[in-house]
Every structure is written in C-alpha cells, then in structure tokens.
C-alpha cells in the first residue's frame, strides 16, 4: 500500500532543480550544509529551507555535530516513487513495442494489414 503523503512529499522534494542536485551531490558522501550549499547561488537560509524540504521526505538526514550540520543521504523513500513510475514504465514499453510493430520494415510485416498510404 503507497503512503500518499509520504510519496507527495518525495515528487515536492524532487521538483525543484537545487534538491535533485543536492541529492546528487550527497551520493558522493556527508557533506555540512555549508559545503552542501556552496555551488548554489543562495543564501545559507535558503540552502537550509530546501533541507529541511528534503528531510521532511525522508531523503536526507541532518546530524548536528556543536555548530556543524552535517547532512547525509537517505534513499529509501526513492522505491516507492521508483516503484510507482515502474508501473508507468511498462505502460509505455508496451505502447512503444506495438508502436515499433508499426513502423517495422516490410520483413516483418508479411501478412500483417497495413494502414491507407503506407508503401508496399
């Protein structure tokens, strides 16, 4: 059973191009949030808000170490979203196998009906 709450929380944290990146960046270890925010033309504020976007999902953790907050990757909540546009994915597999069906070479379509204009 998909907890929806918890999914829209997953879609609002990847929606916006800073936490996708963020996330990419922490794939690659723990980072502070300072060192986290550094390539991003913003504030440390406004680095912050888009944590917390992230830990309310689920996808990053915040340990405070004295003044240091040191964030690191929490992938877990990407399986359900994963698993969720799964479903999706087959659906346009299959949209796209009968699709190459079509449009396949005349080899292949021996005996099959073709449509008003397509060449022999």
Known sequence: ????????????????????AMLVRLTSGDLTVGALAEPF???LEA?????????????????????????SLSP???ASAHSWLGFYERFWNARL???????APD????GKKRWKGQKR
Do not use: Q, T, Y
């Not at 059973?1 to 996708?20: G, S």
């Not at 680095?47 to 040191?70: N, P, W």
């Open 1 to 20: 059973m998909v907890d929806n709450a918890a999914m829209n929380d997953v879609f609002h944290a990847l929606a916006h191009d800073a936490r996708r």
């Open 97 to 103: 196998d009968a699709l190459e069906g079509l449009l």
């Open 107 to 110: 080899s292949k379509m021996k």
């Open 47 to 71: 680095a912050s808000k888009h944590i917390k976007v992230l830990e309310r999902a689920g996808l990053v953790r915040r340990i405070v170490d004295g003044r240091r907050h040191i964030c």
């Open 41 to 43: 033309a913003m504030s």
């Open 76 to 78: 877990a909540p990407l």
